[in-house]
């Protein structure tokens, strides 16, 4: 294990790299495309987003007593991909809102989330193996769950 100075402990903390190009695939209307994006790993300040996707039961006299409600997984996809996305190596977003992502075709935003995940790895080391050989104890239903493809959402 190699130790930091704490010089060069913030120096490794702040640098998150430049955004990598990745090649996503998807279908429109029975046509297959193929496009470039950037991808960088999430930050810090990308978490504002993605807190969103999750609702809790506040317990106001022991907050080490409130629970977890639910996780909007759609947000949850969204905020990642909101975050991660780039139009550029200079990592300009590709999108501006999760309200755009949230409008974007459905098999876009799967690609998107795709490549996303290979740099940012969202599910972990845990689920790269079968499920037969994970030892952590893990549900790995409610992992999928929350990370099943994204649906189209009904306009309101």
């Known amino acids: 294990m190699k130790k930091l100075s704490v010089t060069n402990l913030k120096k490794v ?3 998150q790299g430049a955004p990598v190009e990745k090649t996503v695939h998807f279908s429109l209307n029975g046509e297959d495309y193929e496009a ?7 930050s810090f300040k990308d978490q504002e987003q993605i807190l969103k996707a999750y609702k809790w039961k506040f317990d106001p006299k022991d907050l ?3 629970k977890l409600e639910s996780i909007d997984g759609i947000r949850l996809q969204a905020a990642r991909i909101l975050g ?3 139009e550029d190596a200079k990592g ?9 992502v ?3 075709d459905v098999s876009v935003c799967n690609a998107f989330y795709a490549v996303s995940d ?3 790895n969202f599910m972990g080391k845990l689920m790269k193996k079968s499920s037969s050989g994970m030892n952590s104890g893990a549900n790995s239903s409610v992992a999928e769950s929350v990370e099943a493809p994204l649906q189209k959402r009904s306009k309101k």
């Open 102 to 104: 949230l409008d974007c």
């Open 92 to 100: 300009t977003p590709f999108f501006k809102s999760i309200d755009e």
């Open 84 to 86: 991660s996305i780039c």
């Open 13 to 15: 903390s702040l640098s």
């Open 64 to 66: 080490e007593n409130s």
């Open 36 to 42: 470039q994006v950037f991808v960088r790993k999430l």
């Open 118 to 120: 290979e740099v940012n």
